[in-house]
């Protein structure tokens, strides 16, 4: 049973940072993508980033190139998002998915999600 565990949310100033950590369990390889959603009450959710595990590629929304960074840590299974400057407009609750599709789909289709974390940035 895959299990995936947000931390790192939190209150933060515009432009500062907060780093985000995605523990995933129930693997036992690297063939499958972590990526990052968030959703603000009222309004659909949001792909923010994702890195398929099995060959490194990532991928970013536009509204965060350039200020976030995903990537796998020495740490097994786990995904850190780095977030530096940091807008008002960032703040949502953030979750982190799980994918195992094969080929185009494997940062399309997710199957397990976390529980979330708050990100609030103030102004």
């Known amino acids: 049973e895959v299990q995936l565990v947000e931390s790192g949310g939190g209150l933060v100033q515009a432009g500062g940072s907060l780093r985000l950590s995605c523990a995933a369990s129930?693997?036992?390889?690297?063939?499958?993508?972590i990526a990052w959603f968030r959703q603000v009450p009222g309004k659909e959710r949001e792909g923010v980033s994702c890195i398929n595990k099995s060959d490194g590629r990532t991928y970013y929304a536009d509204s965060v190139k350039g200020r976030f960074t995903i990537s796998g840590t020495n740490a097994k299974n786990m995904v850190i998002l780095q977030m530096n400057s940091l807008k008002p407009e960032d703040t949502a609750v953030y979750y982190c998915?799980?994918?195992?599709?094969?080929?185009?789909?494997?940062?399309?289709?997710?199957?397990?999600w976390g529980q979330g974390t708050q990100v609030t940035v103030s102004s």
């Open positions: 998915a799980a994918s195992r599709a094969p080929g185009e789909r494997r940062c399309v289709d997710f199957g397990d």
């Open positions: 129930g693997f036992t390889d690297d063939d499958y993508a």
